[in-house]
C-alpha cells in the first residue's frame, strides 16, 4: 500500500506543476541552508535561523498590512535583524544569546501584532510559520532562485574567509580580515536563507535544515570541505523526499521535511556507531 502512494506521489510530480515548483524549491533550501548553516555550526550560533525567522514574521505580516509581497518585505526586515544583532554583539557586552532572545520574541510579537491590522482575508501566518510549499508560486520561485543564488555565490568566493572567522575570530583578525564586516555577512546571508526556507519548511523550522544536515554529515566527514558537500546531499535528500512523503500521505510538507532529515541523523548516528564499535572490535582482535 505504501509503495503505490508513493509510486503516484513520484507520478503526480511529472503531471502537476505546483509539484514541480515544489520540489525546485526544496532543492534550492537543500543547497543554501546547510551551505550557511556550516558556518553558524562553526561558530555555535545554531539558533540564530530562529531568531532571524521571527524577525521574518514581523516582514510578512508587514507584506500583508500594506498589500505588498510578503516575501521581500521579509527580506529586508530580516536583514536588517541580522545586521542589528551583530551591530549589538560587537559594540556592547550583551551575549548572543541575550541578542537571539530579544530578535526572538521581539520578532514574533511584532509579527502577530501587525498581522491583527491586515486586510481581513489575508491574516493567515501559518503558511509562513510551518510552511506551505505547495502553494508556492511562479513569482515566489523566482525570488527564491535569486536569493540562493546570490547566497550560494557569496560562499563560494568568500568562504575561506567565512571559514576562518567562524573557526578563530581574533585569529582572523590577527591576519587584517574585517571580522564585524564579516559577521554581518554572514548574518545577512542566514536572513537571506530563513526567507528562502520558509515557504518550504516554514520560519520555525528552518534552522532544522541548516543544523541537522551538518551536524549528520559531521559523522561520516573527515574535512570542513567534505562535510558541506554531505550537508548539501543530506538536506537536499531530505528535502525531496519529504515531498514526496508529504503528497503521498497528505501531511504537512514542513512538517515532514524535517522528520525526514532528522530520520537520516539518527540512522548516520547509528551507523557511525556500529563502524565505531565493529573497528574497536578489529582492533582488539588484531592484537
Do not use: W
Not at 502537476?16 to 550557511?36: E, H, K, N, S, W
Not at 536583514?79 to 520578532?107: K, M, N, P
Amino acid at each position: 500500500m505504501g509503495a503505490v502512494l508513493l509510486a503516484n506521489a513520484i507520478t503526480a510530480v511529472f503531471k502537476y506543476d505546483f509539484l514541480q515548483r515544489a520540489l525546485v524549491a526544496a532543492v534550492l533550501v537543500g543547497i543554501t541552508a546547510p551551505a550557511v548553516g556550516i558556518f553558524l555550526v562553526q561558530r555555535r550560533l545554531a539558533l540564530i535561523g530562529d531568531g532571524l525567522g521571527h524577525v521574518a514574521v514581523t516582514g510578512v505580516a508587514l507584506g500583508l498590512v500594506v498589500h505588498r509581497t510578503p516575501v521581500l518585505i521579509a527580506v529586508i526586515v530580516a536583514v536588517l535583524g541580522a545586521v542589528a544583532i551583530e551591530i549589538v554583539r560587537a559594540a556592547s557586552d550583551t551575549t548572543g544569546e541575550i541578542a537571539l532572545a530579544v530578535l526572538f520574541y521581539g520578532g514574533i510579537a511584532g509579527g502577530v501584532v501587525l498581522v491583527s491590522k491586515a486586510p481581513s482575508g489575508s491574516r493567515n501566518l501559518t503558511q509562513y510559520l510551518f510552511g506551505s510549499i505547495t502553494t508556492t508560486s511562479n513569482g515566489d520561485l523566482v525570488v527564491f532562485a535569486v536569493l540562493a543564488a546570490v547566497v550560494l555565490g557569496v560562499v563560494l568566493l568568500l568562504g575561506p574567509v567565512l571559514f576562518a572567522v567562524s573557526n578563530d575570530e581574533e585569529f582572523a583578525r590577527a591576519l587584517g580580515i574585517p571580522v564585524i564586516g564579516i559577521n554581518i555577512l554572514l548574518a545577512t546571508l542566514t536572513a537571506l536563507t530563513v526567507v528562502v526556507s520558509m515557504r518550504v519548511v516554514g520560519v520555525l523550522l528552518v534552522s532544522a535544515l541548516m543544523v541537522v544536515p551538518v551536524a549528520t554529515a559531521q559523522l561520516f566527514a573527515g574535512s570542513f570541505r567534505s562535510t558541506c558537500l554531505y550537508a548539501v546531499a543530506v538536506a537536499v535528500v531530505s528535502a525531496v523526499v519529504g515531498i514526496v512523503v508529504s503528497y503521498a500521505v497528505d501531511l504537512p510538507s514542513g512538517g515532514t521535511i524535517v522528520l525526514v532529515t532528522i530520520g537520516f541523523f539518527v540512522l548516520a548516528l547509528v551507523a557511525s556507531s556500529l563502524l565505531r564499535v565493529m573497528r574497536a572490535g578489529a582492533a582488539h582482535g588484531g592484537k
